[in-house]
């Protein structure tokens, strides 16, 4: 098919050109003698992007889900309460995979399209006396449903009961897009993958961990290996890795790292923002709704948008990829067939974003759903038009 395929999944994301060349490099020693110098300060870099100065980030050669394994198994032991919200695919799998290490999840079935439900944690954790919840996990945006929930507000509720368990978030498809302070917000354990705001192929999982959290591993007694915090510490401090690093990808990491710090972060995140409402106006003008229900939770990197009652998401995602080689993201879970995604996350700019609409829109006609031709995108471009400042 000529031209090029349009990625607009949530993640992978578009790499950006220096992040291409930076990653095409003969492959290198990683024991050789100047290579701290080049990983060292990457480490230190890497907690600007988390926003820590206390805390620490590890990287490893992995995925977000393997993230969430390091966090778990390094801070908890089998039976240790854990509190997560089930409010789409990725709440639902992290609690998974937390069963699976034997913990006891106090799991809150809550609708698809909300966020944490702030009040029942209040409430689970006002009963919790004996603190035997040691950890409140918070998936900080939902990629399957498009939602962001507010973790200043999770971590309020803790603070007001004067309740100890770790505050873990999943910033996989947050950070290095939406605003997300570790240190301020008292985040415990944040993780992310490279393939997401990091503008990065898959492979890196990075976890952002406070003192608290590394207090807390001496204790945990969850059986761990690869994931080890410990082998880690020993060789970062001296800006080495345990074992073979993925090389390339940390070449990759170190330009996403710049280019993040030279926009700028305050600037990323409201990139971010203009882009997600020009898409939002889109969505409205087709007069489609989105899955997210409440307007202070819409993603800033992600939009699901519910198809009407009859008619097949997954439709949308087939048109759009055989007929105009746009991928879009289908649904998960339990809104699979119900939404399509559109991810609006990484490299992006006003062309490229109207580019989505103008595909979604045709896949749209396409699979039966009478959308007015040129109304998302029309909408979508006049804001962008509209809100453009010089950078
Ligand atoms: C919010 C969130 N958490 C976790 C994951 C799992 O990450 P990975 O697929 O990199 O293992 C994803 C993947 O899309 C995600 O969006």
């Known amino acids: 098919m000529p031209g090029r395929n349009f990625l607009f999944v949530p993640g992978p994301t578009n790499i950006p050109e220096r992040i291409r060349r930076a990653m095409d490099v003969l492959l290198e020693d990683h024991r050789a003698g100047d290579f701290p ?3 060292k300060p990457l480490f230190e870099d890497l907690k600007k992007i988390f926003q820590t100065t206390s805390g620490r980030v590890f990287v490893f050669n992995a995925s977000g889900t393997g993230g969430w394994e390091a966090a778990i198994t390094n801070c908890l032991s089998p039976g240790d309460g854990v509190l997560q919200a089930r409010f789409g695919q990725f ?6 995979l937390c069963r699976k290490h034997a913990m006891e999840v106090t799991l809150i079935e809550t609708p698809w399209g909300e966020a944490v439900p702030y009040d029942r944690y209040a409430e689970v954790l006002a009963a919790d006396k004996a603190h035997r919840i040691k950890a409140v ?5 939902e990629t399957a449903t498009g939602v962001t929930s507010d973790i200043q507000r999770v971590r309020k509720i803790l603070d007001d009961l004067k309740h100890p368990a770790l505050l873990m978030i999943d910033g996989v498809s947050a950070i290095g897009s939406i605003d997300f302070r570790m240190e301020e917000w008292g985040v ?17 999982g990075l976890v952002g961990v406070s003192q608290k959290a590394l207090e807390a591993r001496k204790s945990a007694k969850c059986a761990r290996a690869y994931f080890d915090f410990d082998d880690q510490i020993r060789m970062n401090d001296d800006g080495w890795f345990p074992y073979t690093p993925a090389m390339t990808l940390i070449r990759g990491l170190r330009e996403s790292v710049n280019m993040l710090l030279e926009e700028g972060l305050p600037n990323v995140f409201a990139r971010h923002a203009r882009f997600a409402e020009a898409v939002r106006r889109g969505v409205k003008a087709w007069g489609l709704e989105l899955c997210a229900r409440d307007p202070a939770s819409y993603s800033n990197t992600v939009s699901a948008i519910v198809v009407p009652t009859g008619k097949n998401a997954n439709d949308v995602v087939k048109n759009a990829y055989a007929r105009y080689n746009l991928s879009l993201g289908g649904g998960l879970g339990d809104v699979a067939g119900k939404v399509f995604r559109i991810g609006h996350l990484g490299d992006l700019n006003e062309i490229m974003i109207l580019s989505a609409l103008a595909g979604a829109e045709m896949a749209l006609r396409d699979s039966g759903i009478e959308v007015t031709p040129g109304s998302g995108v029309g909408a979508a471009s006049e804001y962008l038009r509209s809100t453009w400042q010089a950078s």
């Open 37 to 39: 110098t080049f990983m």
């Open 188 to 204: 415990d354990i944040a993780v992310s993958g490279s393939q997401k705001g990091l503008m990065l192929p898959t492979g890196l």
């Open 91 to 96: 709440s639902h799998l992290w609690a998974e």
């Open 137 to 141: 996990l918070v998936t900080h945006n």
